[in-house]
């Protein structure tokens, strides 16, 4: 028995190397992105850098534009992917699970490849370049991140409760509205974690897909970090990184949500 | 007809979705400059594509992507596994709980502070950007996918074959190779696949860690050429590849699953 424990007790210890990595690789960067927003160019502690986002518009109203993209984009995505979702875990196709791997795939293609064969597609039908080309754009580089997390909940949702309240006389929309989905919030939320953020956080998309006409939050910490500005830069990080953390509290089912879970 | 509308919802959808990369495709075989406009059925683009030296910086893009996309799976497959087993036998709550946590941190992170705080760690400790660093890049944002998808794996084992093989005679080393590995395997070979599509496909990390040296992935590249303006006709071809290619590995991944799945409910 003693042996045994002191196996379990050496395999444990294997989390140590990943410790260390994690802390130098992980902690210590972002402790970094704080230190950073906080000091001069020379070093020195300062308050300047967030005096300067307060005091220039430019970067403020960037932020404010960003979330409101950020929130059309994840409404629209709600909108067709709750059907889509819904579908695909109701209808019996002769073969669902290739159905569902289809919605999947444009997730693992490049996110610049993607974006470039949207704005191909726009000059194909000969559209201008603008706001609504960035949304559509948008909407067409997160929609599988909405499916994903909702098809998996409906998925998993226990049937005899949805036979249970048509027992009980409810009608199709009254079961709807009731009992699926109000049991499918924890998937939509899901959703909403991983188009809202990115959307703001992104920068190449908004540039290819605008002719670099319109600026989002992340094309901002791109600038600085490229222009050697990247105290400032640092601090936008910062501010990005507090509205993640927030964000975050709000979703309990953290592993269900990352990309990897449905189709691997 | 219920059924009927749905399932259109559903194709119209798909078609929608995939329109930009069918576009891009059926122009790979033209060898017009501007995409929209037809020349005529040609396969010039491929093949001015893999003329040796017509297109050095591309080729050695692409190939700097495998490279790198393979020694962070591997490296992250390695690191994930050991880490999982490692945090999967953790006998304190409280530190097990913070060690998932750190785990995903870099999952739930937006992709730009992660590029943009490890820019700032390189740069704080005065080392030069370059191959090594962008895949040291690659292996931290990927190994927290192997840990994900190695854990269910170990939770889903029988503890017990573990301790049977001790009492057996096996030494520690040999039940580990003999009982924990097979039982694991699954879960290792869908992170490795999972490390390599997510480094081949980034783009927010690597752009502020290639450094100065010249050194470019495909997806860097993509992005230097398509900020000159207008895109080197040869990218059609390129980019129709990595598509089919990507969508080759997910299919047989995904069959590799069904059958998994098939194999586990005969048992």
Same mark, same amino acid.
């Given at each position: 028995m003693g042996k045994i424990k002191q196996f379990f007790g050496r395999r444990s210890s294997w989390s140590i190397p990943y410790l260390i990595f994690m802390l130098i690789f992980v902690v210590l960067p972002l402790v970094l992105v704080v230190l950073y927003a906080f000091r001069d160019p020379q070093g020195n502690f300062t308050f300047a850098n967030v005096r300067t986002f307060i005091n220039e518009k430019e970067s403020v109203n960037t932020l404010v534009y960003s979330v409101g993209i950020a929130l059309i984009n994840t409404i629209i995505c709600i909108i067709l992917g709750y059907p889509a979702a819904y579908i695909l875990s109701r209808t019996k196709f002769r073969n669902a699970s290739v159905m569902v791997a289809l919605f999947l795939i444009p997730m693992f293609i490049n996110v610049l490849m993607r974006t470039l064969a949207t704005v191909a597609l726009f000059g194909f039908i000969k559209v201008p370049l603008g706001q609504a080309t960035l949304i559509f754009g948008m909407v067409y580089n997160y929609l599988p991140f909405m499916i994903l997390p909702i098809y998996t909940v409906l998925q998993k949702l226990d049937k005899s409760y949805i036979e249970a309240a048509q027992d009980l006389g409810a009608n199709n929309f009254k079961v709807f509205t009731k009992v699926t989905l109000p049991l499918s919030m924890p998937g939509v939320v899901s959703g909403i974690m991983m188009v809202f953020m990115p959307t703001i956080s992104t920068f190449a998309i908004a540039e290819l897909l605008t002719m670099n006409n319109i600026k989002l939050f992340g094309t901002v910490i791109q600038e600085n970090i490229n222009n050697g500005m990247w105290n400032y830069g640092a601090l936008l990080s910062l501010i990005m990184l507090i509205l993640i953390v927030v964000t975050n509290l709000f979703n309990d089912e953290k592993e269900e949500a990352s990309a990897a879970g449905g189709l691997v | 007809m219920k059924t009927f509308l749905s399932k259109a919802y559903i194709w119209v959808l798909l078609v929608l979705l995939y329109a930009p990369m069918i576009i891009i495709g059926v122009f790979s075989f033209t060898e017009a400059k501007v995409l929209g406009n037809w020349t005529g059925f040609s396969v010039g683009l491929y093949r001015s594509l893999f003329t040796p030296g017509a297109h050095?910086?591309?080729?050695?893009?692409?190939?700097? &992507?495998?490279?790198?996309?393979?020694?962070?799976?591997?490296?992250?497959?390695?690191?994930?596994?050991?880490?999982?087993?490692?945090?999967?036998?953790?006998?304190?709550?409280?530190?097990?709980?913070?060690?998932?946590?750190?785990?995903?941190?870099?999952?739930?992170?937006?992709?730009?502070?992660?590029?943009?705080?490890?820019?700032?760690?390189?740069?704080?400790?005065?080392?030069?950007?370059?191959?090594?660093?962008?895949?040291?890049?690659?292996?931290?944002?990927?190994?927290?996918?192997?840990?994900?998808?190695?854990?269910?794996?170990?939770?889903?084992?029988?503890?017990?074959?573990?301790?049977?093989?001790?009492?057996?005679?096996?030494?520690?080393?040999?039940?580990?190779?003999?009982?924990?590995?097979?039982?694991?395997?699954?879960?290792?070979?869908?992170?490795?696949?999972?490390?390599?599509?997510? %480094?081949?496909?980034?783009?927010?990390?690597?752009?502020?860690?290639?450094?100065?040296?010249?050194?470019? &992935?495909?997806? &860097?590249?993509?992005?230097?050429?398509?900020?000159?303006?207008?895109?080197?006709?040869?990218?059609?071809?390129?980019?129709?590849?990595?598509?089919?290619?990507?969508?080759?590995?997910?299919?047989?991944?995904?069959?590799? &699953?069904?059958?998994?799945?098939?194999?586990? %409910?005969?048992?």
């Open positions: - | 050095e910086a591309l080729m050695a893009a692409v190939i700097n &992507t495998l490279i790198i996309g393979l020694v962070a799976a591997i490296v992250s497959t390695a690191l994930g596994t050991v880490s999982a087993i490692g945090i999967f036998n953790l006998r304190n709550k409280r530190f097990k709980a913070v060690m998932n946590t750190m785990n995903n941190i870099p999952i739930l992170n937006a992709d730009i502070i992660t590029g943009v705080s490890l820019f700032l760690l390189f740069v704080s400790l005065g080392v030069t950007q370059g191959y090594v660093t962008l895949t040291l890049c690659h292996i931290t944002f990927c190994t927290p996918y192997v840990v994900l998808c190695v854990m269910p794996r170990l939770k889903q084992m029988n503890p017990n074959t573990f301790e049977a093989a001790l009492d057996l005679g096996a030494t520690p080393s040999q039940a580990l190779r003999k009982v924990i590995l097979p039982q694991i395997r699954s879960g290792m070979v869908s992170g490795f696949f999972l490390s390599f599509i997510l %480094s081949i496909d980034d783009f927010e990390v690597s752009v502020f860690n290639i450094g100065t040296n010249g050194l470019q &992935t495909l997806s &860097t590249f993509i992005y230097a050429d398509s900020r000159k303006g207008g895109l080197t006709p040869e990218l059609r071809p390129m980019i129709t590849l990595v598509f089919v290619a990507v969508l080759a590995v997910l299919i047989i991944m995904n069959l590799r &699953t069904k059958n998994n799945n098939q194999t586990n %409910s005969l048992k």
